[in-house]
């Protein structure tokens, strides 16, 4: 069963959970993307939280901007240390040895992920990444890479000052179409995404897309362009880059947004790694296929 609790953390943000699973339990957590939210994770809560399955204490934070967290207005706020302060403060509150089982994330939720293995790998045993590109092979490919600079185009849209407006005009249906890999969703939608889920994701847009946007204001991983040329100056240091930790990268191969090319070399930075390339998978495979994620992130957790 689902629970949802505010919880407040030391330096005054406060993070919308639901969790699921005995607190007293080792810890895994879960972090989700734009546009999306913690609810996208129910299914992998309840599953994981069964003793069955572990019986983990299963947790997934709304990240700050998104549904009831904090909100702050600027978006400097929305930089990588930030998330990251937010993250770190949430393991120590929910973990009881301050370190958890595994962190799990996805997009701007695998974004933070890396960076918190990257920097602050005691608090966690594990890292699953699912269709979320590490900065290094991100930065590469947006620097040299003529076909991912057109796959992130849409990124310059979303910092602009008015994409709240657009994105919530006619019924969010830009968002939509994020949804439906850039089809028009009136030519008909996955089968996953079903009125009841449709209601879900209009009520965390409803609760505001500046968080969301602010997360691209933010970060200095965007293709570049003529006005901004300090895009494609940007470096980053190796001890941002490097994670030692077991970790599982899962990789829809049909994500238009992230093509194939962002885990070529990635073993050069995550030694540990244990690659699956999944065809005939988008962006959105969590909904799309919820068990072989489950069971894949289970062979990891648990191997036989």
């Not at 092979?137 to 947006?142: I, K, N, S």
Request: charged letters at 15%; one cysteine or more.
């Amino acid at each position: 069963m689902i629970e949802t609790r505010q919880l407040t953390l030391p330096h005054g943000i406060t993070l919308s959970c639901r969790m699921a699973g005995d607190a007293d339990r080792p810890v895994l957590m879960f972090l989700h993307g734009f546009p999306e939210a913690a609810f996208v994770w129910d299914g992998l809560l309840e599953h994981f939280a069964q003793p069955a399955n572990g019986g983990y204490f299963c947790i997934a934070p709304n990240l700050r901007g998104f549904e009831q967290s904090s909100a702050p207005t600027d978006a400097a706020a929305y930089r990588a240390k930030h998330l990251v302060q937010d993250i770190a403060a949430l393991v120590a509150e929910v973990a009881p040895n301050g370190q958890l089982e595994a962190l799990v994330a996805h997009d701007w939720g695998g974004a933070v992920a890396w960076s918190v293995a990257a920097t602050l790998p005691q608090l966690m045993k594990k890292l699953v990444i699912i269709n979320s590109p590490h900065p290094g092979t991100f930065l590469r490919e947006l620097q040299h890479s003529p076909a991912q600079q057109a796959s992130s185009a849409y990124m310059n849209f979303l910092i602009r000052p008015d994409a709240e407006t657009l994105l919530a005009e006619d019924d969010f249906r830009r968002l939509w179409q994020f949804l439906t890999n850039g089809k028009d969703p009136q030519a008909g939608t996955p089968a996953w995404l079903t009125d009841a889920v449709k209601d879900q994701y209009r009520a965390i847009w409803r609760a505001g897309l500046t968080g969301g946007c602010n997360l691209y204001r933010a970060s200095p991983l965007r293709p570049p362009r003529p006005q901004d040329p300090a895009a494609a100056a940007v470096t980053l240091p190796p001890e941002l880059l490097t994670v030692r930790l077991p970790t599982l990268v899962l990789w829809a191969m049909d994500d238009i947004a992230l093509p194939p090319a962002l885990v070529e070399g990635l073993d050069a930075w995550v030694p540990e790694m244990q690659l699956h390339k999944i065809p005939g998978a988008s962006h959105w495979i969590v909904h799309e296929q919820p068990a072989l994620v489950t069971r894949l992130l289970q062979d990891f957790l648990n191997p036989s």
